[in-house]
């Protein structure tokens, strides 16, 4: 299957919906006790209409949150770079893609300002290297097409708007996957088309791969994304990806 084979599910346009995001991680190398960490977002997402182009999306990140059960330095550095990207305006394509970053230039600008700000009260290698990757995300728009587009950011979303009344096999790359080149299978739970599965396996197996599970489920409601979990498993950690629908 390819891009061609899916069918376009939109929102309502005009009709802000609230979601939860969540990210979350646990590392088992160490024996003696595994450090866990949650990242949740609040995200608003909007589809609206401008010069006739209706296949545009304002995402607003309310609330972003990290914790542990372990101490984490730069907790509030680490938010504070988060807030960077909490206005988002996107588009996409009929083939579940982000293909456009709409105010780019506007959140280069708003990073320029913010990363004046934040070497005033922050320093050390590990404040730099954060810095650095922003920095370089922001130097070329595909590259943070690729960063929103990733499960970890806005992925799960946009990925559920496109579902068929049969099996569906893409292609992607996880940052929490590294290198690995993963395919994905997705495919309705029954004739009600109303919850998919999502399974998915390394493209090449090697000794480089420890995936254990790669497994998820994607509920909607009224043609929109209601719940979605998807859980990878490897010898020494788990990250799992949570999207819940929230009121208005």
């Known amino acids: 299957m390819n891009y061609l084979d899916y069918n376009i599910i939109l929102p309502e346009p005009g009709k802000t919906n609230n979601f939860l995001f969540e990210n979350i991680t646990t590392d088992f190398s160490n024996p003696k ?81 913010m990363q004046a700000k934040l070497v005033i009260d922050n320093e050390g290698r590990t404040v730099e290297v954060y810095m650095q990757n922003i920095t370089d995300l922001l130097k070329e728009e595909r590259r943070l097409i690729s960063f929103f587009s990733d499960y970890k950011i806005f992925g799960l979303y946009f990925s559920s708007l496109y579902r068929n009344s049969y099996d569906i096999e893409r292609k992607r790359k996880l940052i929490d996957c590294g290198k690995t080149m ?24 090697s000794e480089n791969n420890d995936f254990i599970k790669y497994e ?20 020494n950690s788990t990250t799992i990806y949570n999207i819940y629908k929230t009121a208005l």
């Open 33 to 113: 006790k595994a450090k866990k960490i949650n990242y949740t977002k609040k995200v608003a997402i909007t589809r609206f209409k401008r010069d006739g182009n209706d296949m545009l999306f304002e995402l607003f990140l309310s609330e972003i949150k990290i914790t542990s059960n372990l101490s984490i330095e730069n907790i509030f550095f680490l938010e504070e770079i988060g807030s960077v990207f909490d206005e988002v305006e996107v588009e996409i394509n009929d083939y579940g893609k982000i293909i456009n970053i709409l105010n780019f230039k506007e959140l280069q600008d708003r990073w320029k300002t």
């Open 182 to 205: 993963i395919t994905e299978r997705f495919y309705p739970k029954d004739e009600k088309f109303s919850t998919y599965i999502l399974e998915g396996i390394p493209v090449e197996s």
């Open 216 to 235: 998820g489920i994607i509920e909607y409601r009224e043609d929109q994304i209601d719940l979605a979990t998807i859980e990878i498993e490897k010898e």
